[in-house]
T-cell receptor, first 109, second 114 residues
């Protein structure tokens, strides 16, 4: 079946550092890809998405590019802030929705 | 726009008891999902409804879990009897369509089994 693999956390960065959270997937066909974020004490919310190869999703300074050749959808941000501290989930929609295990990000001032 | 509403927020029961969770999706959203999120893991899809029909329940432990969405709006998820391994957050989500539409999540119900 479909699956999503994410880099293990926690990831700890200083403010203004560059962020990459790796995500790779296994799926038949051409799934849609998503990043969801869960801030402390809040529910899951969509951060960005891409629906076809080479699409780039972006939001709040975060971006991710759908790479079919490497089956990846890595999340990047050029300069993180303390307010970006959260758990980030990579997900796909192929046959149904499948979520990765999540990566906890802590940004220190 | 009102978000996805879930209740209760917290529930503590003993093993072998039964429990039910309620979800009211965003108005107009045809697709409703129930997920189980065990601590430290990503959400795992239990069941997906399109209006009042089941689209996918392949990961629902049907010997103890049941769900319904009788009028295509609200939904309930029931566990009977509960086991210790059912301790988790149960998330409800809704979306406009069935395919790759983004989901809107509720705050979840945190279930603890003693």
């Amino acid at each position: 079946g479909d699956s999503v693999t994410q880099m293990e956390g926690p990831v700890t960065l200083s403010e203004e550092a560059f962020l990459t959270i790796n995500c790779t997937y296994t799926a038949t066909g051409y799934p849609s890809l998503f990043w969801y974020v869960q801030y402390p004490g809040e529910g899951l919310q969509l951060l960005l998405k891409a629906t076809k190869a080479d699409d780039k999703g972006s939001n709040k300074g975060f971006e991710a590019t759908y790479r079919k050749e490497t089956t990846s959808f890595h999340l990047e941000k050029g300069s993180v802030q303390v307010s970006d501290s959260a758990v980030y989930f990579c997900a796909l929609y192929g046959q149904n929705f499948v979520f990765g295990p999540g990566t906890r990000l802590s940004v220190l001032p | 726009e009102a978000g996805v509403a879930q209740s209760p927020r917290y529930k503590i029961i003993e093993k072998r008891q039964s429990v039910a969770f309620w979800c009211n999706p965003i108005s107009g959203h045809a697709t409703l999902y129930w997920y189980q999120q065990i601590l430290g893991q990503g959400p795992k899809l239990l069941i997906q409804f399109q209006n009042n029909g089941v689209v996918d329940d392949s990961q629902l432990p049907k010997d103890r879990f049941s769900a319904e969405r009788l009028k295509g709006v609200d939904s309930t998820l029931k566990i009977q009897p509960a086991k210790l391994e059912d301790s988790a957050v149960y998330l409800c989500a809704s979306s406009l369509g069935q395919t790759n539409q983004p989901q809107h999540f509720g705050d979840g119900t945190r279930l603890s089994i003693l």
